[in-house]
């Protein structure tokens, strides 16, 4: 049973276009994640839910808006792609907030054309 | 806001060699600490982990590190790397300036020549 889950896997599509990534955990965990990870392999995190309601949202363009329908989803949504967004998105989750370490799902790598 | 600085972007070594990744943070509190690893086409794994107690952690694969809070390091070591051991290495850290999440380095593209 995979412990986070995203979908999907890969995603190419065409400048200007939205897109939704998904995200699962099924640990029980209170706290879940967006990190980006660019070309370079630089991770930054996007944002922090704890319990459905956002901790953290650095910047990030508005473009990008997650969603929390539960402790156990965060889904994430893009408008008006542009080239710049190409990369992969890891989703992760944590016990809880300021405490553990966050285990990572598999990564969703967006290709922007 | 805190960073992580992890010395070597490129390491190139034989099998059989010993292994030692440098990673420093700026933070001056208590903070959590991390090593991931992530090989290629896959996710973050975590090696090993820093949250209080003896200064020398032990994780999975043989790895191990030293938390020096004088020196503000968290360096990985390995006596003995294996091929297998080919893979992006992160060091990470929590804490400090209210923020959750993790704060990664740049990370080190680790090659191990058979």
């Known amino acids: 049973d995979t412990a986070v889950s995203q979908t999907p896997k890969y995603l190419v599509t065409q400048m200007g276009n939205d897109k939704s990534i998904k995200c699962e955990q099924n640990l029980g965990h209170d706290t879940m994640y967006w990190y980006k990870q660019d070309s370079k392999k630089f991770l930054k995190i996007m944002f922090s839910y704890n319990n459905k309601e956002l901790i953290i949202n650095e910047t990030v363009p508005n473009r990008f808006s997650p969603k929390s329908p539960d402790k156990a989803h965060l889904n994430l949504h893009i408008n008006s792609l542009e080239l710049g967004d190409s990369a992969v998105y890891f989703c992760?989750?944590?016990?809880?907030?300021?405490?553990?370490?966050?285990?990572f799902g598999e990564g969703s790598r967006l290709t922007v054309l | 806001a805190q960073s992580v600085s992890q010395h070597n972007h490129h390491v190139i070594l034989s099998e059989a060699a010993s292994l030692e990744l440098g990673c420093n943070y700026s933070?001056?509190?208590?903070?959590?600490l991390f090593w991931y690893v992530q090989y290629p086409g896959q996710h973050l794994q975590l090696l090993l982990k820093y949250f209080s107690g003896d200064p020398l952690v032990k994780g999975i694969k043989g790895f191990e590190a030293e938390f020096i809070k004088s020196k503000f390091s968290f360096n990985l070591r390995k006596p003995s790397v294996q091929w297998s051991d080919t893979a992006e290495y992160f060091c990470a850290v929590r804490g400090g300036g209210g923020a959750d999440g993790l704060t990664f380095g740049k990370g080190t593209h680790l090659i191990i020549q058979p």
């Open positions: 933070y001056g509190g208590t903070v959590n």
């Open positions: 992760a989750s944590s016990p809880g907030t300021y405490t553990g370490e966050l285990f």
